[in-house]
């Protein structure tokens, strides 16, 4: 069954410093998406991306927080100037259409940690 | 904006016994319901959807979960549980309002240990 696949598996950081997530969804989905989970906290969702824009994004996704889809098959998420706060595990997920219409495939995530 | 309330913090079974999970949601308008489950070590997984249609929903390796407008619930049910069942479970929901397509509110989580 394909699946979504996210490098690394675990970050560490500095505080203040740049970090970029990746991520390569399902090859024929076209929505995508990221979550993040604070530990001990609730999957909270970030930003969603369709059509090459942003369609959707929390009030987490701060001017630090920004995605990008380079090529045809990866999805990122750039942290610019990371905080304390920001360590989590950032989910990735895709869908073939909207929520509407088919569910979410999540990545195993990747645990970031600010230090 | 809707919110997903997980009852259970943790719940501890014995192998065969039943199971059955809480979830409660605030949303007025229509919903979509899910939940997910994470293995340890894995990604999320779906377990069971609810769109429309039959309340009564089933999913893989033998849950269920009933929608029951009234009460804002979709609790989850297996009659009985097996070892390889323990698991992070996760209650979400999306507002089909026709606006907010795109994101996913869950719950808490359940943590659900089974003993052998």
């Known amino acids: 069954e394909p699946e979504v696949t996210q490098t690394p598996s675990h970050q560490v950081t500095q505080m203040g410093q740049e970090v970029i997530l990746r991520c390569v969804p399902i090859s024929n989905h076209l929505y995508f998406y990221w979550y993040r989970q604070i530990l001990g906290q609730k999957v909270e969702f970030l930003v969603s991306f369709y059509n090459n824009e942003i369609s959707e994004k929390s009030e987490i996704f701060d001017d630090q927080f920004s995605v990008e889809r380079p090529d045809g098959s990866n999805f990122t998420l750039k942290i610019r100037s990371t905080k304390l706060e920001d360590s989590a595990m950032y989910f990735c997920?895709?869908?073939?259409?909207?929520?509407?219409?088919?569910?979410?495939?999540f990545g195993n995530g990747t645990r970031l940690t600010v230090t | 904006a809707q919110s997903v309330s997980q009852h259970n913090h943790h719940v501890i079974l014995s192998e065969a016994a039943s199971l059955e999970l809480g979830c409660n949601y605030s949303?007025?308008?229509?919903?979509?319901l899910f939940w997910y489950v994470q293995y340890p070590g894995q990604h999320l997984q779906l377990l069971l959807k609810?769109?429309?249609?039959?309340?009564l929903v089933k999913g893989i390796k033998g849950f269920e979960a009933e929608f029951i407008k009234s009460k804002f619930s979709f609790n989850l049910r297996k009659p009985s549980v097996q070892w390889s069942d323990t698991a992070e479970y996760f209650c979400a929901v999306n507002a089909n309002s026709g606006g907010s397509n795109y994101k996913l509110t869950f719950g808490k989580g359940t943590l659900l240990t089974v003993n052998p």
């Open positions: 609810y769109f429309s249609g039959d309340p």
């Open positions: 997920a895709s869908s073939e259409q909207g929520i509407d219409y088919s569910p979410l495939h």
């Open positions: 949303y007025g308008g229509t919903v979509n």
